[in-house]
């Protein structure tokens, strides 16, 4: 059974910093692309960042400079640094494991942390 369990989460004041993990297991971690999404009330979820399975990272541009993903494959666990967080920061963060073999794309999520960026 694939589980993806998100931490880090709260509340922090603007300029503020916050270090989600999300700890995989039920996979082959190291195979997977791991992405973190968000996604703020009333608006569509968003891919944030990403870590390919060799390390190549991306960023979407409202976070590059701020925001840094990583991964230990030996922990089956990917973080996302936030620095310099804003309120329009806020929103529900979900860790995504992504995996392509051939034609067929599988995805796993987990239940999503609530990040709070408020005075």
């Known amino acids: 059974q694939v589980q993806l369990v998100e931490s880090g989460g709260g509340l922090v004041q603007p300029g503020g910093s916050l270090r989600l993990s999300c700890a995989a297991s039920g996979i082959i971690f190291s195979a997977y692309v791991m992405n973190w999404y968000r996604q703020a009330p009333g608006k569509q979820r968003e891919l944030v960042a990403s870590?390919?399975?060799?390390?190549?990272?991306t960023y979407a541009d409202s976070v590059k400079g701020r925001f840094t993903i990583s991964r230990d494959n030996a922990k089956n666990t990917v973080y996302l640094q936030m620095n310099n967080l804003k309120p329009e920061d806020t929103a529900v963060y979900y860790c995504n494991a992504m995996i392509r073999v051939l034609a067929t794309r599988s995805d796993f999520w987990g239940q999503g942390t609530q990040v709070t960026v408020s005075s």
């Open positions: 870590i390919t399975a060799s390390g190549t990272t």
